[in-house]
């Protein structure tokens, strides 16, 4: 099935603002900036804010040491990406981010260990800049609770699944073992995840699992009979728009923790896991 030509509508970033329309306020004040952009030029402000109250208090006969002067920059920074609309993820990687790097500064560390960290987490987190997309990990209560959404078995026949960002990869060998009778399919786009993925599949022998490096928006989601995603806000009424599209009716698109606004689920399988998470299910 040929993809229809104007999801090439798509190319841009994705929406950020959200039903409220506070949040829509909010992030108006940075309107057009990439949200990775917008928490850099916060954190310069909250440089030079947090300056020239260090130089008050020098002023005033009390000295600002790096560790104290770092944490006020970071409480500026989580406090302008609050007030700017950045997402609540934002916040503490701004809190963080100058105090862990002083930390860093005071192991004196070789600059080959700050180089390795830095091409492990580029890696990892290598398309994040431009999906928004953090890699998050599905613990296995999803995983069970997703195996019970999965088509019924049927002799002689097989149904197709696809993790839409599958990670590690450890959802879908999970699901490769407990249901043979499905085909599993995945998409990766960090290389690092990606590598990870494929070397656990290829090692573990399931040959109804493959997993391949690319964007989720070139897949063709007209071959599957279940879609799931765990991605984060950002991206998901564009997700939505391109399930719509070319999805089967009848098929399952399942979310785990990120809804689409304005679009409420058939059902939502709340998990005791770690982060309380919610399987979103929409039957379309």
Not at 34 to 58: D, G, K, M, S, T
Not at 76 to 84: E, K, V
Not at 159 to 188: I, K, Q, W
């Amino acid at each position: 099935m040929a993809k229809p030509h104007y999801l090439a509508a798509f190319t841009g970033w994705p929406n950020t603002v959200s039903d409220s329309p506070r949040t829509a306020r909010r992030a108006g004040r940075l309107a057009g900036v990439p949200p990775p952009v917008a928490a850099l030029l916060l954190q310069v402000a909250a440089f030079l804010i947090a300056l020239a109250c260090a130089a008050l208090a020098r002023r005033s006969g009390y000295a600002v040491t790096p560790m104290p002067f770092a944490f006020l920059c970071g409480f500026i920074a989580a406090l302008l990406s609050r007030w700017s609309g950045l997402a609540s993820w934002w916040l503490p990687i701004q809190l963080f981010f100058l105090p862990a790097l002083v930390w860093a500064q005071s192991l004196d560390l070789p600059p080959g260990w700050f180089l390795a960290a830095f091409l492990v987490m580029l890696a990892i987190y290598w398309s994040t800049f431009r999906t928004q997309v953090p890699l998050y990990l599905s613990s296995r209560k999803a995983w069970r609770a997703l195996e019970t959404l999965l088509p019924a078995a049927s002799p002689g026949k097989d149904f197709s699944f696809m993790d839409l960002g599958s990670g590690m990869g450890g959802m879908l060998l999970y699901l490769a073992n407990t249901r043979p009778d499905g085909r599993y399919y995945g998409v990766e786009s960090a290389p690092l995840p990606f590598l990870a993925s494929w070397l656990r599949i290829a090692l573990g022998g399931a040959r109804n699992c493959r997993v391949r490096w690319g964007s989720l928006w070139s897949c063709d989601l007209a071959q599957y009979d279940v879609v799931f995603a765990y991605l984060s806000p950002v991206p998901m009424e564009r997700l939505w728009l391109k399930a719509k599209i070319e999805m089967r009716p009848g098929t399952l698109f399942v979310s785990n923790t990120f809804a689409v606004p304005g679009h409420p689920p058939q059902n939502a399988i709340a998990l005791d896991d770690l982060h309380r998470s919610t399987l979103y299910v929409w039957r379309m």
